[in-house]
T-cell receptor, first 114, second 110 residues
């Protein structure tokens, strides 16, 4: 089975722009979660989707949004980028909605905002 | 905000030694998981311990959980250079939402 695939691997944007990141979960996994990782704040939970519905949401401003498609692929969008949005964005999939007993992570998208 | 806090923040040991790191959390949990992350890559699941379990083993890993103290520890025995990585604990609530701690950076020197 292919692992979790995130594209692109690296991204450079300037302040004020918007960006869309993509995540393809492991085949058969219906839950997709997104995390932001920075040296100062560690891993921060953004949101989780299951069967195209947002189930959980972290404490991020409305500039951060996401969606999930019928094939379980997910995208997250960040509008009006700020310097502080520079981070590694990690996507994780799980086969089990109820307990998320094991997350499978992608390699992440490294976003740099200049 | 983060649910778990790891201690120590960094650990440097020699090959063959044991590495122990701790995780404390604030609210009730369904389970606690440990993950490893190699530099700039995704996290890899290591082991899960449920709230009604006290100890669990997997290969060279041993995890303990004390729900009365809201803490867990991860022990890596006979460490190898390949164990050099950051280790994170993650707590899952009854809804399955996972929150990660800040991590412990472990460096194993040959």
């Amino acid at each position: 089975k292919a692992g979790v695939t995130q594209t692109p691997r690296y991204l450079i944007k300037t302040r004020g722009q918007q960006v869309t990141l993509s995540c393809s979960p492991i085949s058969g996994h219906r839950s997709v979660s997104w995390y932001q990782q920075t040296p100062g704040q560690g891993l921060q939970f953004l949101f989780e989707y299951f069967s195209e519905t947002q189930r959980n949401k972290g404490n991020f401003p409305g500039r951060f949004s996401g969606r999930q498609f019928s094939n379980s692929r997910s995208e997250m969008n960040v509008s009006t980028l700020e310097l502080g949005d520079s981070a590694l964005y990690l996507c994780a999939s799980s086969p089990d909605r109820e307990t998320n007993e094991k997350l499978f992570f992608g390699s992440g998208t490294q976003l740099s905002v200049l | 905000s983060q649910q778990g806090e790891e201690d120590p923040q960094a650990l440097s040991i020699q090959e063959g030694e044991n590495a122990t790191m701790n995780c404390s959390y604030k609210t009730s949990i369904n389970n606690l998981q440990w993950y490893r992350q190699n530099s700039g890559r995704g996290l890899v699941h290591l082991i899960l311990i449920r709230s009604n379990e006290r100890e669990k083993h997997s290969g060279r890993l041993r995890v303990t959980l004390d729900t009365s103290k809201k803490s867990s520890s991860l022990l890596i025995t006979a460490s190898r250079a390949a164990d050099t990585a950051s280790y994170f604990c993650a707590t899952a609530d009854s809804w399955g939402k996972l929150q990660f701690g800040a991590g412990t950076q472990v460096v194993v020197t040959p």
